[in-house]
């Protein structure tokens, strides 16, 4: 009996060794939250100091490009570490309960984290499948109204019957409408689709009316916003398992429409001192993008004076957000976890805000593509690195194994490591983006080698106009040196080194549309 429990003891002893030595994971990502929404990365009117600090205090990718730029795909690419074209789910609708064949078959870096023992808990949105949600050890799994936290609408279920309990709908007053999602009043600006109408008139036909229309004030206290709501269940969880090994996520749904913002971050950045983009007039007659999302329907997007508002919301999004990721590291160092955790901040795709008359993601320019990716671990990392090699969210998950320690899994990224150590390695000498929600109507490949840009279908009858843009002297990229460009036989070499390199990516990656794309004629 004695030698047993001798033997119980050590069990115990090596058990609680191992999860001393176990990592944590802190993974935080927002919504459409573009490359320049960071005053690290050179912004001089928003201000974010805590997302600053995670920078200097580890790595800051300065090239950093989503997989997909559209939410699902993005996030799933995220998960598994593998292209669109390898995890299967190319469009948003192919999450959640999708079942018209398999997709995402592969496990998340979260699965093989459960398996390692962690404990892993995941807060806000999801939008992907949720076969692969069982390994999350939620406190509160779905909503009052039956709704699964990881099903479609998600946690936002949760969320309204917080805010029903701790803010009533109040009665709206003169000039304000029904948010359509929290059903708390809000002011809308002149951006909004319904700016100047009465709620009475326009209640049923907001309903069917999509989130990027709704732009102007909540009219609710910052301190129960969705973004609050999210950021505090975040610090719960951490404050919850901060003596056991934990991956948490916290997946916050701003500065994704619909921007809608409370005091004090909807005065934060006023909308008359807003500079419009460059591109806002961009008549795009030479670029594959003329029609997409809408724009020639949608010219208030076009429009110098409106758009204000729209960077005047999007602003105070992305700060409310730094805010409360301040308070989140806060909690780190409170209960001495800064030390022991990977925290990982990235987005799924950007955001357009009226460049090239734009609004939303979708699209291979900059705005929409280009995205925040910052690193933070206390001796592995060292402070003040900056990388300037192009990297992928498809990198992320070997990033992970790798500094967790986990092993080799296999993935279509490479571990982030040697960039970020310096070392010399291939990787991170160009980036490859997908796009192929709807076939070849719509480039469908973006890569990015030495400040130049190539976007082009993946077949050679695509009637899809090809573009190269030169981002160093065409930063804005008004000015597409292929189609229907007089001088395009200039840039021939360029455009076919481009395409070497991204048919090497594709050969890599045993995509059948290797052929398609070499096919192609460039010029």
Not at 155 to 184: A, C, M, S, W
Request: hydrophobic share 30%; net charge negative.
């Amino acid at each position: 009996m004695k030698n047993l429990s001798l033997f119980v003891i050590l069990l115990f002893a090596i058990f609680s060794l191992n999860a001393q030595q176990k990592k944590n994971l802190l993974f935080i990502i927002t919504d459409q939250q573009r490359s320049d929404a960071l005053s690290i990365a050179g912004n001089t009117v928003l201000e974010t100091p805590n997302l600053d600090r995670l920078a200097e205090q580890g790595v800051y990718f300065k090239n950093a490009y989503s997989a997909c730029a559209v939410c699902g795909p993005a996030r799933s690419s995220i998960l598994t570490g593998c292209t669109v074209e390898t995890h299967g789910a190319r469009t948003n609708d192919r999450t959640y309960y999708y079942d018209k064949e398999p997709v995402m078959t592969m496990p998340t870096f979260d699965e093989i984290l459960a398996e390692n023992g962690y404990h892993c808990e995941y807060y806000g949105k999801w939008h992907a499948m949720t076969s692969h949600t069982k390994v999350y050890k939620n406190p509160k799994q779905a909503a009052k109204n039956g709704k699964s936290i990881f099903g479609h609408g998600g946690q936002n279920h949760v969320y309204v019957d917080y805010i029903n309990e701790n803010f009533p709908k109040p009665e709206l007053e003169k000039g304000e409408l029904y948010d359509k999602f929290t059903q708390r009043p809000y002011r809308p600006d002149p951006l909004d689709l319904f700016y100047g109408k009465e709620y009475d008139d326009i209640k049923e036909i907001q309903k069917k009316t999509s989130q990027p229309n709704f732009h102007g004030e909540l009219m609710m206290p910052k301190e129960h916003s969705f973004t609050a709501f999210q950021a505090k269940e975040t610090i719960e969880a951490i404050q919850r398992l901060k003596d056991k090994p934990f991956s948490i996520t916290c997946s916050f749904h701003f500065p994704h429409a619909p921007m809608i913002v409370p005091e004090p971050y909807y005065s934060m950045y006023p909308a008359e001192e807003m500079v419009p983009p460059v591109s806002i007039n961009d008549d795009m007659e030479n670029s594959p993008y003329q029609k997409a999302n809408g724009r020639l329907g949608l010219p208030q997007f076009s429009d110098p004076e409106k758009i204000k508002y729209m960077i005047s919301n999007y602003y105070g999004l992305v700060k409310e957000i730094d805010d409360w990721v301040g308070e989140i590291l806060a909690t780190l160092d409170k209960h001495g976890l800064t030390e022991n955790t990977l925290v990982i901040f990235t987005s799924d795709h950007g955001e357009m805000l009226g460049s090239h008359g734009l609004r939303e993601k979708n699209v291979f320019y900059e705005e929409s593509a280009h995205i925040p990716m910052l690193m933070r671990f206390p001796g592995e990392i060292e402070q003040q690195t900056e990388v300037d090699g192009y990297v992928s969210h498809v990198d992320l998950f070997a990033t992970i194994m790798d500094y967790l320690k986990l092993g080799d899994y296999k993935s279509d990224g490479e571990s982030l490591r040697n960039l970020i150590e310096g070392k010399e390695t291939k990787h991170g000498e160009y980036v490859v983006t997908e796009w192929n929600y709807r076939g070849d109507i719509s480039p469908n490949y973006m890569i990015v080698k030495d400040g130049w840009k190539l976007m082009i279908p993946y077949s050679k009858s695509s009637k899809v106009i090809n573009a190269m843009y030169d981002l160093t002297n065409d930063p804005h990229e008004m000015n597409n040196l292929l189609g229907s460009n007089p001088e395009k036989e200039m840039y021939k070499e360029r455009a076919e080194e481009l395409r070497e390199c991204l048919l090497e990516w594709l050969s890599e990656k045993e995509s059948k549309h290797y052929n398609g794309v070499k096919e192609r004629e460039l010029i």
